[in-house]
C-alpha cells in the first residue's frame, strides 16, 4: 500500500518520536552525540555522493584527501594517508587487515597481535575474521597495558609478534596506555604499531594542561616513531554525523596491503572495506572542523572534562567512588551490581553504560551533558541504591 509524502512523514515522525534525544540529556553511556547543527545543511547538500566510485566525485575525494591531512596535522603527520570510513569498528578491522597483509607478505602463515583486555569488541571481529592470534598482557593498576610483560615478551626468541596495539581512550574508562614506552619498543623490534584513538583522537590533542594527571603520559600520536596507524572517529568526539569514522596511516606506502583491483571503476584499485560510501561524513567533517577550529575543540574538550570533574565531586557527595581519577570525559564509578543497577536507571529514564574490566557504572560525558542532567542523574542512582 503506498502512501503520500505527508503520509510517510507523519509515519516516520511517529517512530522517530519513540527514539531517546540527546539534548535530553538521558543518554549517559554514549560515545555519539547531536552533531553540530551545520552538519545538517553539509548533509543534504553531500547526500547522493558516492566515494566507492571517486572519480564520479572528484571535489567529494579531494576534500576526503583534504580532511585526512587536516586531522593528520593535528596528529603530528604532514604526510598521512587514510580514509573516512563508518566508524572505528571499520578503522580497526582495516588497521588488523594492514597486519595481517604485511605478515603475510613476509611469509608468515599466522599473524600475532599484542593487545589489552580492554580493546574495543571491533577487534574481537577482526580476530574471527582473519584467524589472529592475541596476546593480553596483564593490566596495571591504571588498567592500561604493563610495558615490562609486553618488552619480556618480545624478548623472548621463542615469540614472533606482528603488532601491538595499544589504546588512546579506552572505551570502559578512558585511560591512555603507555604509548611512549610501547613505541621504543615496537621500534627496537621493529614491529607494526596501531593505535585506536576512536574516542580519544578528537579529546587528548585538544585537553588543557590543567586536566591532566601528573606522571601520566598522554602522547599517542604520529609524533613516536612506531606509530604506523591510528583509528580517529570524528562521529565521536569530532561532532561530526554518522557515519564518520577515520583511518590515518604514517604514509601512502601502507596502501598497498589494502589495495584491491577494482578495473571497472574509475579509480582502478580500491582500498576501503567498505564499497559504496557516502561523502556526508567527509564533508561534514571538513566543515565542522573548519568551524570550529583548535580553539572550538579546546572549548567543547574542557566543557565536558569540567562536567567530568562536577560528576566525580557530586558522586562522591552521595558516596559513589570513581574507579580512577579521570584521564578522560569518561567516569567509572563503583558498584558490586552494575547491570542490576543499569537496569534500574533505565526504568526510571537514565541511559548508562557498564565496564566489563571493572564492576562500575560507566558515564561518558559528552557534549550534550549538561550539570542539570547531572545533578538528576546522581539524584536517581542515589535513590535507587536506598532501595
Ligand atoms: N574503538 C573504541 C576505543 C571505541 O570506544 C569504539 C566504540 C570503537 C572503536 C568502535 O567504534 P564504532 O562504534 O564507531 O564502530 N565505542 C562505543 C562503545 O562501544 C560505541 C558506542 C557509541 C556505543 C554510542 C554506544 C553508543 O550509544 O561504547
Known sequence: MTMNEKEVLDALKKYREMDLKYEDGRILGSMCTKP????RKISEMFFETNLGDPGLFKGTKKLENEVIQMMGNFLNNNNPFGCIISGGTEANITAMRTIKNISRKKGNKSTTVILPETAHFSFEKAREMMDLQYINPPLTNYYTMDVKYIKDYIEDSKNRIDAIVSIAG???LGTIDNIKE???LAEEN???LHVD??????VIPFLEDKYKLDNYNYEFDFSLNAVSSITIDPHKMGL???PAGGILF??????KYLDVEAPYLTDTHQSTLIGTRTGIGVASTWGVMKLLGEEGYKNIVSECMDNTYYLIKKAKEYGFKPVIDPILNIVALRDETPLKTCLKLREVGWYVSICKCVGALRIVLMPHIQKEHIDGFVEALSSIKKN
Open 197 to 202: 584513538a576512536a574516542f580519544g583522537g578528537f
Open 250 to 255: 604514517r604514509d601512502i606506502s601502507f596502501k
Open 36 to 39: 553540530h547543527p551545520i552538519s
Open 170 to 172: 579506552c572505551t570502559e
Open 240 to 242: 561530526a554525523p554518522i
Open 182 to 184: 610501547i613505541s621504543k
Open 190 to 192: 621493529n614491529i607494526y
